[in-house]
């Protein structure tokens, strides 16, 4: 089935160091999103991408789908030690009785204060 | 602003036994999933629901499980014989239609002794 790798799988930084993160397919998608988890939550959407090449900002937050349609990655600006989660992202393919997502295997984000 | 809501937060359950998860989507909402997160790993697509069907499932979703839409508003997940590899934290997601983002609930976190 498709799989998204996403790296790094751990990122421990400095408050007000910026963060880079990316995924990659094997396969093709037709949209990148970028989820935050905090512990004990759901995942809450920060960023949805649709087109190739679309670089979008959400704040801190840029990504960018890849013009391959098999990459994307997620920068964060500026970190905060709210900025602490994991970090996944997922990719929808074409078609599908429902569209569903599939997501990757998450960045986890620690930010000293 | 509207969400999805899940109970219980935690169930602790005797191997074997039958466990039901319930979600209530997002009142406008026609497009129903369940994903599936075991503790440190990704988050995991098991079984979308449309139109009062199942539409795509998972490996995962073998014939211990099952869904259903009761009434206009729930949406549940029954596990029949809980096996202990079922600990995981479930999610319930909705979507107004196709091309709709998810919204997540914040999980269920089911403990199978």
Same mark, same amino acid.
């Given at each position: 089935?498709?799989q998204l ?6 990122m421990?930084i400095?408050e007000?160091?910026?963060?880079s993160?990316n995924?990659?397919?094997s ?6 999103l970028?989820?935050k988890?905090e512990?004990g939550?759901? $995942?809450?959407l920060l ?6 090449g ?5 704040g801190r937050l840029t ?5 391959t349609?098999?990459d994307?990655f997620?920068n964060?600006s500026a970190?905060? $030690?709210s900025d602490?989660g994991?970090?996944?992202c ?9 569209n569903?997502l599939?997501f990757?295997t998450g960045?986890?984000?620690a930010?000293q204060? | 602003?509207?969400?999805v ?21 997002i009142s ?6 369940w994903?599936r997160?075991?503790?440190?790993q ?11 069907e199942i539409?795509?499932?998972s490996?995962?979703?073998d014939?211990?499980f099952s869904v259903?839409?009761?009434?206009g508003?729930n949406?549940? %997940? ?14 319930c ?5 196709y091309t709709?983002? %998810? ?11």
């Amino acid at each position: 089935g498709q799989q998204l790798n996403q790296s790094p799988q751990s990122m421990f930084i400095q408050e007000g160091e910026d963060v880079s993160m990316n995924c990659t397919s094997s396969s093709i998608f037709n949209t990148w999103l970028w989820y935050k988890q905090e512990p004990g939550e759901g $995942p809450v959407l920060l960023i949805a991408l649709y087109k190739a090449g679309e670089l979008t900002s959400n704040g801190r937050l840029t990504a960018q789908f890849g013009i391959t349609r098999k990459d994307s990655f997620l920068n964060i600006s500026a970190s905060i $030690p709210s900025d602490v989660g994991i970090y996944f992202c997922a990719g929808r393919g074409y078609g599908g009785a429902t569209n569903k997502l599939i997501f990757g295997t998450g960045t986890l984000l620690a930010v000293q204060p | 602003e509207p969400e999805v809501t899940q109970t219980p937060s935690h169930q602790v359950t005797q191997m074997g036994q039958e466990v039901i998860l319930r979600c209530v989507p997002i009142s406008n909402h026609l497009y129903f999933y369940w994903y599936r997160q075991i503790l440190g790993q990704k988050v995991e697509f098991l079984v979308s629901f449309y139109n009062n069907e199942i539409s795509e499932k998972s490996e995962i979703f073998d014939d211990q499980f099952s869904v259903e839409r009761p009434d206009g508003s729930n949406f549940t %997940l029954k596990i029949r014989s809980t096996k202990l590899e079922d600990s995981a934290m479930y999610f319930c997601a909705s979507k107004t239609d196709y091309t709709g983002e %998810l919204f997540f609930g914040e999980g269920s976190r089911l403990t199978v002794l």
